[in-house]
T-cell receptor, first 115, second 113 residues
Framework: DGGITQSPKYLFRKEGQNVTLSCEQNLNHDAMYWYRQDPGQGLRLIYYSQIVNDFQKGDIAEGYSVSREKKESFPLTVTSAQKNPTAFYLC??????????????FGDGTRLSIL | QKEVEQNSGPLSVPEGAIASLNCTYSDRGSQSFFWYRQYSGKSPELIMFIYSNGDKEDGRFTAQLNKASQYVSLLIRDSQPSDSATYLCAVNKNSGGYQKVTFGIGTKLQVIP
């Protein structure tokens, strides 16, 4: 079955530690996205990528980094510079097309907490 | 003004009734509109999308779009307790070659048996 796989489901970060969240898709989608969701807030875009080896900052990129070495994979690193990392992290992907835009499909998410 | 506005709710409806979820957006250049359902602790799931003015029906769900009023809604007929979830409105526009999607905060729907 095609889909988006995020791992781990739960992650705990110690003070000063970098942690990496995995996102893999087998939908052959060109575009991939990382969002952060906090209680009472909508999804906020962290980073996005439309092609391999290229990615762009979203609205809240500070304290995060990404790579896109393969079409299928878009890992997110939460660095120690991100002082408030506790949130639900969602990876999404979509086909790139002209108009109309194609919907994004989401993985199951990773819940990150501070120890 | 927020780019995408939704009433956070909760919106309570009795089982079997019609639930009406509303969303307004600020950018007239917005082109595509999506509704996602998100159960507590889970990721968003695409319910419907609409691109043109008017109504689009899929089973018990109807999406309505009025670009002149910058308003999009989702109707759920014959509401079931399993429809209880948070419904996210998402709006897309082309921004410098990138399809930027902005999400509302979501409306929590409670269907009372």
């Amino acid at each position: 079955d095609g889909g988006i796989t995020q791992s781990p489901k739960y992650l705990f970060r110690k003070e000063g530690q970098n942690v990496t969240l995995s996102c893999e898709q087998n939908l052959n989608h060109d575009a991939m996205y990382w969002y952060r969701q906090d209680p009472g807030q909508g999804l906020r875009l962290i980073y996005y990528s439309q092609i391999v080896n290229d990615f762009q900052k979203g609205d809240i990129a500070e304290g995060y980094s990404v790579s896109r070495e393969k079409k299928e994979s878009f890992p997110l690193t939460v660095t120690s510079a991100q002082k408030n990392p506790t949130a639900f992290y969602l990876c999404a992907s979509s086909i790139i097309a002209g108009h109309p835009a194609q919907p994004q499909h989401f993985g199951d998410g990773t819940r990150l907490s501070i120890l | 003004q927020k780019e995408v506005e939704q009433n956070s709710g909760p919106l309570s409806v009795p089982e079997g009734a019609i639930a009406s979820l509303n969303c307004t957006y600020s950018d007239r250049g917005s082109q595509s509109f999506f509704w996602y359902r998100q159960y507590s602790g889970k990721s968003p799931e695409l319910i419907m999308f609409i691109y043109s003015n008017g109504d689009k029906e899929d089973g018990r769900f109807t999406a309505q779009l009025n670009k002149a009023s910058q308003y999009v809604s989702l109707l759920i007929r014959d509401s079931q307790p399993s429809d209880s979830a948070t419904y996210l409105c998402a709006v897309n526009k082309n921004s410098g070659g990138y399809q930027k999607v902005t999400f509302g905060i979501g409306t929590k729907l409670q269907v009372i048996p």
